[in-house]
């Protein structure tokens, strides 16, 4: 059974730091490209980054209001993806989700989820 | 950035009813156009992608179509448990972008 674990968030002043993780089980995580997609609440869902696969060099991206901030990375030997997130802003609050790609495009598989609060 | 409008925001429906959702972009993205299903407290979950495939185990109720800027996810016979948001995705550019939603709601 494909699962993915998401936890790291909080509460956290505005500057501050918080470092996400997923963790995976139930496929090779390896294979895989991986998202971040976060919800701001009661609103729709955002697109926040990928990480690539090994194949692809583990290269990234990311959608323009956290680049500089946050970075994806991942540890296949542990089954994890992580997303360290700085300089953070109270519109950064979100729920923040983790995301299986299949191929090289679509998301079929979300994690449950993890809270960021940014707020003084 | 490629901007996703989908139509209409709420939608209230009846059980067996048909309901239509077309999600509109701002530039051509060819069939690269994802839709999944949100229930409230829940991640989304994938329905339909490269515009018309449907997903392992997802209804055959559920069918997508379009090409170019115009798209659309069509339930032929909305269920009790088809009640929920959902909302388009293109893979087409970086960064990629999700419409707004559109929320099914029992009339």
């Known amino acids: 059974e494909v699962q993915l674990v998401a936890s790291g968030g909080g509460l956290v002043q505005p500057g501050g730091s918080l470092r996400l993780s997923c963790a995976a089980s139930?496929?090779?995580?390896?294979?895989?490209?991986m998202d971040w997609v976060r919800q701001a609440p009661g609103t729709g869902l955002e697109w926040v980054g990928r990480?690539?696969?090994?194949?692809?060099?583990?290269?990234?991206e990311y959608v323009a209001s956290v680049r500089g901030r946050f970075t994806i990375s991942r540890d296949d030997s542990q089954n994890s993806l992580y997303m360290q997130m700085n300089s953070l802003k109270p519109e950064d609050t979100a729920v923040y989700f983790c995301?299986?790609?299949?191929?090289?495009?679509?998301?079929?598989?979300w994690g449950q989820g993890t809270l960021v609060t940014v707020s003084p | 950035d490629i901007q996703l409008t989908q139509s209409p925001s709420f939608l209230s429906a009846s059980v067996e009813d048909r309901v239509t959702i077309t999600c509109r972009a701002s530039q051509g993205i060819g069939s690269s156009l994802a839709w999944y299903q949100q229930k409230p407290g829940k991640a989304p979950k994938l329905l339909v992608y490269?515009?018309?495939t449907l997903q392992s185990g997802v209804p055959s109720r559920f069918s997508g179509s379009g090409s170019g800027t115009e798209f659309t996810l069509t339930v032929t016979s909305l269920q009790p448990e088809d009640f929920a948001t959902y909302f388009c995705?293109?893979?087409?550019?970086?960064?990629?972008?999700f419409g707004g939603g559109t929320k099914v709601e029992l009339k």
């Open positions: 995705q293109q893979l087409k550019t970086y960064p990629l972008t």
């Open positions: 490269g515009t018309s």
């Open positions: 139930g496929f090779t995580l390896s294979d895989h490209y």
């Open positions: 990480t690539r696969n090994k194949a692809r060099g583990y290269t990234t």
């Open positions: 995301a299986r790609v299949i191929g090289t495009d679509t998301v079929d598989f």
